[in-house]
């Protein structure tokens, strides 16, 4: 579509209709307005006359706190913070990429797609990691890709648990296979071109819970049980039916430090499925834990105990919440979020490091929302990602959401919480959405 056309069509009925799934009604207008200045901005940098509307979701981990890296279930949901691309093939063997969310602009061209030697810093998260990684992935899958210009911006908020970097690569595979692919993928093969590109042009162990949560969009549960094809369900449930909003509350300190810590508890989770003879958590029971616990206590220590029986209880609660959601049974969903999230701070134990014990952003965030809970009677909390640092999650009912937002920025700084919403849609084309409603 035209440059022109675009900017006009994004005044349209259907445009506004997709804008108020995606964003909520009452940011219909601003997200117009953000579209077509991205368009503007695409206009003024490349000379191509027709343009295409993209967007890809953060994410949210709801249930299923540290499970996945031991085979187990999780329950994720898209958010209403996304990254927005305008994109245009240029018929050559260059990409070319303008963040305007980092001010970067940058040229690869697919001939010549190797990392640098650092596989770090900026240019590499965006060369190795998003474009050349992930156009390799395409090529290893039997997809075809091509040269495009694309002009990207972005609100998913960084260091807050809610996968921008998933958000961006999706961003791209959704771009590839629009332009290139016919829309032949599908989002399963989108989130494993994420991973390789993360795992070996960014040497960044992940898996494949961001990229997916990212690429399939709405409320998602996925069975890890099987790494290499992962089980993924999308739950039917209107979550905007209920009037509440999700809240992520940032509580002062990032993650560069704490490697160490998050590396420990997979570790320590396969530390007592050892003892079994097996390598991850999935593939025993908790009733053999249990039934040997003397033993595996002396051989895998008391904390490795408990968080495997966190990991065990926790892929439990999940199938609750999943259940309770196709169910309509909303408060019996809350009520497993606050289990979860008791888990993960008495059990899993991933709310503060012992090398800073005086420092606890976490439980002090949690705990000043457990009392604003308490007094209210309604909503949920827990640590949101892997923990230690960063961020919780609130789940409130919206007549709440203001006073509470007052209430947690008082304490912990102002601009420190952010409202969201989970969104039906994950990695799509606008347009081709737009047209299909």
Not at 95 to 111: G, K, P, R, W, Y
Not at 117 to 136: E, P, R, S
Not at 344 to 356: D, H, V
């Amino acid at each position: 579509m035209k440059v022109c056309d675009t900017i006009q069509m994004l005044e349209s009925e259907k445009s506004r209709k997709l804008m108020t799934a995606l964003y909520g009604e009452a940011a219909v207008d601003a997200n117009i307005e953000r579209y077509q200045n991205l368009v503007k901005s695409f206009q003024k940098k490349f000379a191509e006359e027709d343009v295409t509307l993209f967007s890809s979701p953060g994410r949210t981990e709801i249930s299923g706190n540290h499970t996945d890296h031991n085979h187990g279930k999780v329950l994720a949901g898209s958010i209403n913070l996304d990254c927005v691309g305008v994109a245009a093939k240029n018929n050559s063997s260059k990409v070319h990429i303008i963040s305007e969310t980092f001010n970067q602009s940058f040229i690869i061209d697919l001939n010549d797609l190797s990392p640098s030697d650092k596989k770090a810093g900026t240019i590499d998260l965006v060369k190795g990691l998003l474009i050349a990684g992930l156009l390799q992935g395409f090529k290893e899958s039997g997809y075809e890709v091509g040269g495009f210009n694309a002009y990207i911006t972005s609100n998913v908020i960084s260091a807050a648990g809610v996968s921008s970097s998933a958000s961006f690569e999706m961003l791209l595979c959704s771009i590839l296979n629009t332009f290139f692919n016919e829309g032949r993928m599908d989002t399963v093969a989108y989130a494993h071109i994420g991973k390789y590109s993360e795992n070996v042009y960014w040497d960044k162990a992940s898996g494949l819970l961001d990229q997916m949560a990212c690429a399939v969009g709405g409320l998602i549960t996925i069975d890890f049980l099987e790494p290499a094809s992962p089980v993924v369900e999308k739950i039917d449930f209107d979550f905007s039916s209920q009037n509440h909003s999700l809240i992520i509350v940032n509580t002062g300190k990032g993650h560069a430090d704490l490697s160490a810590d998050y590396s420990s508890v997979p570790i320590e989770m396969k530390k007592v499925a050892e003892f079994f003879g097996k390598e991850v958590c999935a593939e025993i029971t908790e009733e053999e834990v249990i039934g040997h616990l003397a033993e595996v206590r002396e051989y895998a220590g008391d904390r490795s105990v408990l968080r495997a029986l966190h990991f065990f209880e926790e892929n439990k609660r999940v199938e609750a919440e999943v259940k309770a959601l196709k169910e309509g049974r909303f408060s019996d969903f809350l009520n497993n979020i606050t289990a979860s999230g008791n888990s993960s701070w008495k059990w899993l134990q991933n709310c503060f490091t012992n090398s800073a014990y005086q420092e606890q952003g976490i439980t002090v965030a949690l705990a000043l929302t457990e009392l604003f809970i308490a007094g209210k009677q309604r909503g949920a909390c827990r640590v949101h990602g892997g923990g230690f640092a960063g961020v919780i999650m609130a789940m409130l009912p919206n007549d709440l959401v203001e006073e509470y937002v007052a209430y947690i920025e008082k304490a912990l700084g102002e601009g420190n919480a952010y409202r969201m919403s989970i969104r039906p849609y994950g990695a799509i084309c606008f347009d081709t959405v737009m047209e299909e409603q």
